[in-house]
Structures are given as C-alpha cells and as structure tokens.
C-alpha cells in the first residue's frame, strides 16, 4: 500500500512541473485546470487500488489542492500555506492511526474483556 502512496506523491510532484508551463502558457485557469486534474487523478487512482480509506485521502488531497489555488491566486502567502499543508497532513496521519472510531472505553477488570 506505501507503493500506491508514492505513485500518488509523484503525481503530486509531475503536476507542479506540469503546472508551472500551463502558467505560462495560459495563466492562472491553465494552472487551476492541472490542480483538478490532479485531485480527479489520485482520486481514479485509489479507486483503482480499493483504497480502504478513499474518502479521507481524496479529502486531503483536495484541501491541498485548494490551498494551492489559494497561493496563485494571491489570496494567502506561501509560508501561512506550508503551516496549512501541515495541519492538514497532521490531520490525516491522526485520523489514519486512530481509525476514524472514537476510542474504546476502559476496560473496568482485568478478566472483564
């Protein structure tokens, strides 16, 4: 399953290059047109994989896609969207180990299971 997750950050990685030449080519909807495409892609990707946590991942991958638009639109500033970015991907680590359930409650004897 890490595999699925590095061709999914190399994804990532292609579109920043991928979306520095549509910004120059046809400006800022060329560069918001390859963050879509990048967050239909990694969806279409985990779908293919049966990822088990689909919903929570293309969750994330969306949020950073629309801070990105954010930092090209000039509406936010590079360093407050790396602070996001973290608080994003913090969010998921701790969603991911937790599991999305609320915690067990105490066990009240050591025989009592």
């Known amino acids: 399953m ?8 190399a994804m990532m990685i292609a ?12 400006g800022l909807a060329g560069a918001v ?3 879509v495409l990048l967050v239909a892609a990694v969806y279409l990707w985990l779908r293919y994989h049966r990822w ?8 994330v991958v969306g949020a950073m896609a629309v801070v990105n638009i954010l930092v090209d ?18 969010f998921f680590v701790w969603r991911v180990r ?9 066990v009240r004897h050591k025989w009592h299971k």
């Open 98 to 106: 937790r599991g999305g359930r609320p915690p067990r409650p105490p």
């Open 2 to 9: 890490v595999k699925v997750w590095l061709v999914a950050l």
């Open 33 to 35: 047109a390859v963050e």
């Open 52 to 59: 088990p946590g689909l919903g929570l991942a293309v969750l």
């Open 73 to 90: 639109l000039g509406l936010i500033r590079p360093v407050m969207s790396s602070v996001i970015l973290l608080a994003v991907i913090i």
């Open 15 to 26: 579109a920043v290059a991928i979306k520095v030449v549509a910004f120059e080519l046809a």
